[in-house]
């Protein structure tokens, strides 16, 4: 699976247990409709893949959805979902396909023949 976004967050490399444990997280907000923060972790020697990018970047995401069980003393079940990242590359920001990208405002020249009363056939 792959999440696509914008980085909004890349935390430290947080080392834990006696077995030197690594994890990493980042937060990739989507750019749609609804735009959602995704924490994305990456463990051990994939916490190194996120050095060389930084915030605001527009990247992909390649993933896995973990799932874990656990029993606590009282002895009830719970259930526990990770995303695991184990490959990022960064994506040029580009049109959605079919789309022509947009030109810059500047690209046009100012309409200096232009006149209020003049009538136009737009609906608003």
Not at 84 to 107: F, L, N, Y
Request: glycine share 6%; aromatic share 10%.
């Amino acid at each position: 699976m792959e999440v696509q976004g914008r980085i909004k967050l890349i935390d430290e490399t947080k080392t834990f247990g006696n077995n030197g444990f690594r994890k990493r997280e980042m937060v990739v907000t989507t750019e749609e409709q609804y735009p959602q923060h995704i924490m994305i972790e990456f463990v051990q020697d994939k916490c190194d893949l996120l050095n060389n990018f930084q915030v605001g970047q527009q990247v992909k995401v390649s993933i896995n959805l973990r799932g874990r069980e656990w029993v606590n003393p009282q002895g009830e079940t719970k259930y526990f979902n990770s995303i695991q990242g184990w490959r990022i590359e960064s994506v040029q920001d580009e049109a959605p396909a079919g789309m022509p990208p947009v030109p810059p405002a500047d690209a046009f020249e100012p309409a200096n023949d232009f006149k209020e009363e003049e009538h136009d056939d737009l609906p608003f």
